[in-house]
């Protein structure tokens, strides 16, 4: 079945007792047990629990893994994995990272003696370099955020192999709607379903998919363990987003190239970062190995003072942190979700002060245009004093 189909059909069939099309939300954190020695298969809601569970075989099923694991948020859903690791380890990790990402790396598993290298992903020359005999894993984001940069995927996962590394890709840009890591090699997945997968910027969730039985089994060891759990509203809300999720995606890919180019051609822009452009480093590998873009790109201004202007002006989209919902949001990465990466770090993948990032939403493309051409246009005579 194609993937449009499950997608709309997620937990659909799921409640034969009732019919209901729309599963229910499980409330029950306690369920009763037959007699001694027999379950329903539910027994106490952190460990399994109805809602969640639908979510999260429709999560394995969608990324091609073997199972799925429904979190509290995306950072919940990494930090369960990174319980994988113990002290001694070592991980090669994506050089331009989610801020939040690298901030729980450096600032809490560095202190359980967990440390990682951050490399570009796509030398395998600095990877090789950088492998210890206690690197365990590989953490790769393609796109990355907010410079779009893209990895190969088939490349980078056949060298970990060979290494005996586990390859973690985060997904959370994609969705397994245009990109599937399992099937290209990888090992563990890691969403941040509050972006995309939810998509309406109302529910903070994180799943992890798991390829691998022995693997699924420590990840549901962890998971109960750790505790940082999804609740059943939630769960709900999420199942409910990712229904629509083709939908969004087209869209969302459609608007986000229209509006780069755009912006491309104007006077005010110096460079572009979206990989369905054509002249995008990254452009030939993402057709590769995905079958769509994202929907959010990053742009560079000529002039840094153009920045604060752009943000009061614009009105349909909103200056605000996050990405991947249906509204349109504008990011400073600079100052906002990437203020926790060393200044030197940030320098050397191109986060600076004249970089803007745009989570474009599902509005029409057209007023969105507009929308930017009047805050340009204000920039603009502000900056020249007019
Ligand atoms: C937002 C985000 C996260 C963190 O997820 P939360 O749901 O905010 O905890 C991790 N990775 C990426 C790529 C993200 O965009």
């Not at 190969?152 to 397994?176: F, H, M, Q």
Request: negative net charge; proline residues 4%.
């Amino acid at each position: 079945m194609k993937i449009e189909s499950r997608l709309a059909q997620i937990g659909s069939q799921s409640e034969p007792g009732t019919g209901a099309v729309s599963f229910p939300v499980y409330q029950s954190t306690a369920f009763r047990h037959p007699r001694l020695g027999e379950s329903t298969g539910f027994d106490y809601a952190r460990t399994k629990s109805p809602t969640r569970k639908v979510l999260e075989d429709a999560a394995a099923e969608l990324e091609s893994g073997d199972a799925g694991f429904a979190c509290s948020s995306g950072m919940a859903a990494l930090q369960t994995i990174f319980a994988l690791f113990s002290q001694g380890d070592h991980l090669i990790v994506s050089l331009d990272l989610y801020g939040g990402t690298y901030r729980l790396l450096e600032r809490i598993m560095s202190r359980f003696g967990v440390t990682a290298t951050y490399v570009d992903t796509n030398d395998i020359d600095a990877m090789s370099a950088s492998l210890k005999p206690s690197t365990k894993a590989i953490l790769i984001e393609t796109p990355t955020n907010p410079l779009m940069m893209i990895t190969d995927l088939e490349r980078v996962c056949s060298w970990a192999k060979a290494k005996g590394l586990i390859t973690i890709v985060d997904n959370t840009l994609l969705t397994p709607f245009f990109q599937r890591p399992l099937e290209l090699g990888a090992d563990i997945i890691i969403h941040s379903a509050t972006k995309y997968l939810g998509g309406h910027n109302d529910v903070l969730a994180g799943l992890i998919v798991t390829k691998g039985k022995e693997l699924s089994e420590e990840m549901a060891v962890l998971h109960n363990s750790i505790g940082a759990v999804l609740g059943p509203q939630d769960s709900w809300l999420l199942m409910r987003g990712m229904k629509t999720l083709a939908l969004r995606m087209e869209r969302h890919q459609y608007n986000a190239t229209r509006i780069s180019e755009y912006l491309l051609a104007h006077p005010a822009v110096e460079e572009v970062y979206y990989p369905a452009l054509p002249h995008h480093p990254g452009h030939e590998i993402q057709n590769k190995q995905s079958s769509g873009n994202t929907g959010i790109f990053s742009f560079r201004l000529k002039d840094a003072r153009y920045v604060e202007p752009i943000l009061r002006h614009i009105k349909l989209i909103a200056f605000a942190e996050s990405l991947g919902g249906v509204e349109s949001l504008m990011t400073y990465p600079a100052v906002q979700t990437h203020a926790d990466i060393p200044e030197e770090i940030r320098r050397q993948v191109g986060v600076d002060d004249r970089l803007l990032r745009f989570s474009v939403g599902i509005e029409h493309a057209d007023d969105l245009i507009a929308d930017l051409e009047q805050a340009l246009e204000a920039a603009k005579r502000e900056v020249e004093g007019r």
